[in-house]
């Protein structure tokens, strides 16, 4: 029983070693929110993840009390309390979740061999002209539920209707057929562009 105990006891530098691998991990995923490399395919699952992302102050406060010096857990709770009560005052306002999430949801999905295109359109309800707009992403599903993402094409200014046809040229080339949806004179226009592409996204 003394032997179990001491396997499960945490070792001196426990709490330092927590503190890295999770300062570590946070930054990681700061980095990914902002640059948006890797996503679920799940849209929600997006959003469990930044709601975890602002528990991290609170777990390395509850991590500093692990620390056997008195002077190291007033340290350590005094770094990560503002830390904290900005994640509270984040998760409270859903305007900045909303913006950490994504403000563009994803609408076609045009399905290759190696990867696919997805047009992301603000949502119906954002009906003002400085609102509207789309982006185009190369994808690929890296692994079940995950996937790698790399911006193409972002147009702020244009209402998209859908993407229509599709003509892939090679292996980097692929040509989109866009129709857009003029609102003030209440009609279609389309437009072909031209879009590098590659298998692997990035290389």
């Given at each position: 029983?003394?032997?179990?105990?001491?396997?499960?006891?945490?070792?001196?530098?426990?709490?330092?070693?927590?503190?890295?691998?999770?300062?570590?991990?946070?930054v990681?995923?700061l980095?990914?929110?902002i640059?948006?490399?890797?996503?679920?395919?799940?849209?929600?699952?997006?959003?469990?993840?930044?709601?975890?992302?602002?528990?991290?102050?609170?777990?390395?406060?509850?991590?500093?009390?692990?620390?056997?010096?008195?002077?190291?857990?007033?340290?350590?709770?005094?770094i990560?309390?503002?830390?904290?009560?900005?994640?509270?005052?984040?998760?409270?306002?859903?305007?900045?979740?909303?913006?950490?999430?994504?403000?563009?949801?994803?609408?076609?999905?045009?399905?290759?061999?190696?990867?696919?295109?997805?047009?992301?359109?603000?949502?119906?309800?954002?009906?003002?002209?400085?609102?509207?707009?789309?982006?185009?992403?190369?994808?690929?599903?890296?692994?079940?539920?995950?996937?790698?993402?790399?911006?193409?094409?972002?147009?702020?200014?244009?209402?998209?209707?859908?993407?229509?046809?599709?003509?892939?040229?090679?292996?980097?080339?692929?040509?989109?057929?866009?129709?857009?949806?003029?609102?003030?004179?209440?009609?279609?226009?389309?437009?072909?562009?031209?879009?590098?592409?590659?298998?692997?996204?990035?290389?």
């Open positions: 029983m003394k032997r179990l105990f001491r396997f499960f006891k945490p070792s001196k530098n426990q709490p330092l070693l927590n503190l890295v691998i999770i300062g570590f991990l946070s990681l995923f980095a990914n929110l640059f948006k490399i890797f996503s679920f395919v799940f849209p929600s699952f997006n959003a469990i993840a930044v709601a975890l992302f602002l528990l991290i102050p609170f777990l390395l406060i509850v991590n500093g009390f692990f620390f056997r010096r008195w002077w190291l857990k007033l340290i350590n709770f005094w990560f309390l503002l830390p904290s009560l900005l994640s509270v005052w984040i998760f409270n306002n859903a305007t900045i979740i909303f913006l950490l999430i994504g403000i563009y949801q994803p609408e076609q999905e045009i399905k290759f061999k190696s990867y696919n295109i997805v047009v992301y359109k603000s949502p119906v309800w954002l009906d003002t002209d400085a609102e509207r707009g789309f982006v185009l992403k190369q994808e690929k599903i890296i692994f079940p539920g995950i996937k790698l993402a790399k911006p193409i094409y972002e147009n702020k200014n244009h209402y998209l209707d859908k993407i229509e046809n599709y003509q892939l040229i090679g292996r980097d080339k692929v040509i989109l057929d866009f129709v857009y949806y003029d609102v003030g004179k209440k009609r279609k226009r389309k437009e072909s562009k031209e879009f590098q592409v590659k298998d692997f996204l990035y290389f």
